[in-house]
């Protein structure tokens, strides 16, 4: 059980520029929290004083999460010319396309000291290609006679979390697709999980990014790829977490649009039953589940919570507290205030603010 240490009952992470909050991170021994704000990483204490920030990704940093283990916060990467993609490079002023690559970004948060240290000089930085990622990115799912781009709806990557495989005793950094909404296709109602032994051999493949001449050194597949039946959802995982408290998962999500689903925003994943063999509903390919639990009590599946929080970041600190972003903009850009919630399954929500 991890230590009680104080959290803040709300924290403001300042203003960050045109793109939002994507996720956060904590250091519960070091009493730090980390922001990801898609093309910078800020740092601050849990009095929300700064400490430093990295920047200069013209990439999308997506979900963050701190490795206990190590000291290191993890991340997804995406550099694709989809309408995201450029969004980005027009809000950084770059007209020049970048090939579509997927990484894991490694920081070495110790080092960040000051604002505006930069990913590519400062040495803060390392990445790891994730060549499967960009093989279903650029793939295709053909179903009878259509031919659907984007193997699964694969958009990329953007839930990231260590943890347990449910059911294990198998600690894994786990990598979620992000998956394209598009209500009229209908091999996009699964999550997708790569499970990486990354504690290992990652430090082999994570190398310095160069966004000009970009690496391709990562392993050839991940050591499992798991499959969850949500529904349809928006993207995809945005952020995924283990909770040590209930041994449970949570994966957040901005909200399907399938009307023969209810489209909640939070998922809780089974933590305590192995991934089960199963039949892609739709490919007819033999794949491997992880199990959803129904918090609300009903039995048909996929069920959800109507929690309206964690897409843009949360933090499970392991005895039943927890940390959610909060996002917001105004006219002086964007932000997020982190509020923290203590759990109660006798609510509906399950989750309600500390007062």
Not at 84 to 106: M, T, W
Not at 275 to 282: A, D, E, L, R
Request: with cysteine; glycine share 12%; aromatic share 14%.
């Amino acid at each position: 059980m991890p230590s009680l240490r104080p959290l803040p009952k709300t924290l403001f992470s300042g203003y960050q520029g045109n793109n939002h909050c994507q996720g956060i991170a904590v250091d519960p021994k070091g009493g730090f929290i980390y922001y990801s704000f898609t093309t910078r990483l800020v740092k601050t204490d849990l009095a929300g004083h700064p400490v430093g920030s990295v920047e200069g990704l013209c990439g999308h940093l997506g979900c963050i999460d701190f490795n206990e283990r190590d000291g290191r916060v993890y991340g997804s990467l995406e550099y694709k010319n989809d309408r995201i993609g450029k969004s980005i490079l027009q809000k950084l002023n770059r007209s020049d396309p970048v090939p579509d690559a997927f990484y894991c970004a490694i920081f070495d948060v110790d080092r960040i000291d000051r604002p505006g240290m930069q990913a590519e000089s400062d040495g803060i930085m390392r990445a790891v290609y994730l060549k499967e990622v960009v093989q279903d990115y650029n793939g295709e799912t053909v179903i009878g006679k259509v031919r659907y781009p984007h193997r699964y709806g694969c958009s990329g990557i953007d839930g990231t979390g260590w943890g347990p495989v449910p059911g294990t005793d198998r600690y894994r950094l786990h990598i979620c697709y992000g998956i394209y909404g598009e209500p009229e296709r209908p091999d996009n109602d699964y999550q997708i999980i790569l499970s990486y032994d990354a504690e290992e051999f990652w430090d082999r493949y994570a190398q310095p990014l160069n966004q000009e001449a970009m690496h391709r050194s990562g392993p050839e597949k991940c050591e499992a790829r798991y499959f969850l039946y949500t529904g349809n959802t928006t993207y995809g995982v945005q952020n995924l977490e283990y909770d040590a408290y209930t041994g449970n998962w949570f994966a957040a999500v901005y909200p399907g649009r399938k009307p023969k689903f209810e489209n909640p925003p939070l998922f809780v994943i089974d933590g305590k039953t192995p991934p089960v063999s199963g039949v892609h509903s739709f490919t007819g390919e033999s794949i491997l589940q992880w199990t959803l639990l129904a918090p609300d009590g009903k039995k048909e599946s996929p069920g959800g919570l109507f929690f309206p929080h964690g897409s843009t970041g949360m933090y499970a600190a392991g005895d039943g507290r927890y940390l959610f972003s909060e996002a917001g903009h105004d006219a002086s850009g964007q932000f997020t205030r982190v509020r923290l919630y203590h759990l109660d399954p006798t609510d509906k929500n399950w989750f309600l603010p500390v007062s």
